[in-house]
Antibody, heavy 116, light 113 residues
Framework: EVQLVESGGDLVQPGGSLRLSCVAS????????MHWARQRPGKGLEWVSR????????TYADSVKGRFTISRDNAKNTVYLQMHSLGVDDTAVYYC?????????WGQGTLVTVSS | DVVMTQSPLSLPVTLGQPASISCRSS???????????LHWVQQRPGQSPRRLIY???NRDSGVPDRFSGSGSGTDFTLKISRVEAEDVGVYYC??????????FGQGTKLEIK
């Protein structure tokens, strides 16, 4: 069974930093690109970032470019999202998404709240 | 960026009746390889998203056959042949043809009348 378990969400002050993690199991992690997506409270889905299966290529939404960094450790079956210069608009549930055949499996999400 | 526009945004449906959601893209979603990367995602209340349909018309594993997807180019439809109580939630179309960014529709909230 495919499992994606996110962690690291927390309450952080504006301007702060946070690192999210997503541990994957139930499939060959190193074969699949991975994404982060988010959902602001009461709003729709927004793609945030993608990393290829080897971890050598990453892309970002304009809204996070220069502030967020996606990375992965295939030995640990884990994908990360390092977030800096957080603003209130970054408040959201962040989802880890597998991309074995297109974005095909979502984790349960981790809540990031940016507030003073 | 490809803009995805769904309609309606709210869809009250009687149990057992059909439902249909439209999704239009601002440009053709046919990739240069000939494949159309248009997918449908369901989000039940309080749950994380779940993909239902990939590449226009292919049902994901475990998805009931009352769900079907169709369309081409810029115009796509998700149909539910007979709505059941467990179908309540928000439905999103998303494209992964022209990225970055991957883009979603605004979501259609299906509720039971």
């Amino acid at each position: 069974e495919v499992q994606l378990v996110e962690s690291g969400g927390d309450l952080v002050q504006p301007g702060g930093s946070l690192r999210l993690s997503c541990v994957a199991s139930g499939f060959t992690f190193s074969s699949c690109p991975m994404h982060w997506a988010r959902q602001r409270p009461g709003k729709g889905l927004e793609w945030v970032s993608r990393i290829n299966n080897e971890g050598r290529s990453a892309t970002y939404a304009d809204s996070v470019k220069g502030r967020f960094t996606i990375s992965r450790d295939n030995a640990k079956n884990t994908v990360y999202l390092q977030m800096h210069s957080l603003g209130v608009d970054d408040t959201a549930v962040y989802y880890c998404v597998r991309d074995c055949s297109g974005p095909d499996h979502w984790g349960q999400g981790t809540l990031v709240t940016v507030s003073s | 960026d490809v803009v995805m526009t769904q309609s309606p945004l709210s869809l009250p449906v009687t149990l057992g009746q059909p439902a249909s959601i439209s999704c239009r893209s601002s440009q053709s979603l046919v990739h240069s390889n000939g494949i159309t990367y248009l997918h449908w995602v369901q989000q039940r209340p309080g749950q994380s998203p779940r993909r239902l349909i990939y590449r226009v018309s292919n049902r994901d594993s475990g998805v009931p056959d009352r769900f079907s997807g169709s369309g081409s180019g810029t115009d796509f439809t998700l149909k539910i042949s007979r709505v059941e109580a467990e179908d309540v939630g928000v439905y999103y179309c998303m494209q992964s043809t022209h990225w970055p960014p991957y883009t979603f529709g605004q979501g259609t909230k299906l509720e039971i009348k």
